[in-house]
Antibody
């Protein structure tokens, strides 16, 4: 069974940093692109970042480029999102998700709440 | 990054069919996700009209020009949820709240 288990959500002050983790099991992690998708309170889904299966290629939405970094450790079957210079509008539930094709996210983590507030 | 446009709400009675539109989808890579309250999204349709294993055939997808659509036939109470379309590159619609009357 494919499982994505997330950790790392927290309350952080504006300008602060946080790292989210996503532990994968039940599939060959190193064969799949992985992603982070977020959902602000009462709002819709928003793609945040993607990383190629071998880690040699990362992509970001404009609003997080230069502040967030997606990475992976295929030996540990883990995906990460390092978030720096956090702003109030980064407040959201963050989901990790597996790609099986363009914009086809077939498995999702349980979500991690990130709240940016003083 | 342009947005995909969905109606904010849709509704139907049990047994009826309801269709949700998604305009601005220029790619043939269109997916639909169902999200129950407090839960992670679930993939319902991908590549316009393909269903993952385990998704009932009451759910179907279609696309004409730049408008994709999701049809739920034989509505059931358990179908009440938010539905999101997505399309390459990295776009999501604003979501449609489906109410089963």
């Amino acid at each position: 069974e494919v499982q994505l288990v997330q950790s790392g959500g927290d309350l952080v002050q504006p300008g602060g940093s946080l790292r989210l983790s996503c532990a994968a099991s039940g599939f060959t992690f190193s064969s799949y692109w992985m992603n982070w998708v977020r959902q602000a309170p009462g709002k819709g889904l928003e793609w945040v970042a993607s990383i190629k299966a071998d880690g040699n290629g990362t992509y970001y939405r404009n609003s997080v480029e230069g502040r967030f970094a997606i990475s992976r450790d295929n030996a540990k079957n883990s995906l990460y999102l390092q978030m720096n210079s956090l702003r109030a509008d980064d407040t959201a539930v963050y989901y990790c998700a597996r790609n099986i094709g363009y914009e086809t996210f077939d498995s999702w983590g349980q979500g991690a709440q990130v709240t940016v507030s003083s | 990054q342009s947005a995909l446009t969905q109606p904010p709400s849709a509704s139907g009675s049990p047994g009826q069919s309801v269709t949700i539109s998604c305009t601005g989808a220029s790619s043939d890579y269109v997916s639909w996700y169902q999200q129950l309250p407090g839960k992670a999204p679930k993939l319902m349709i991908y590549e316009v009209n393909k269903r993952p294993s385990g998704v009932p055939d009451r759910f179907s997808g279609f696309k004409s020009d730049n408008t994709a659509s999701l049809t739920v036939s034989g509505l059931q109470a358990e179908d009440e949820a938010d539905y999101y379309c997505s399309s390459f590159p990295g776009l999501f619609g604003g979501g449609t709240k489906l109410t089963v009357l």
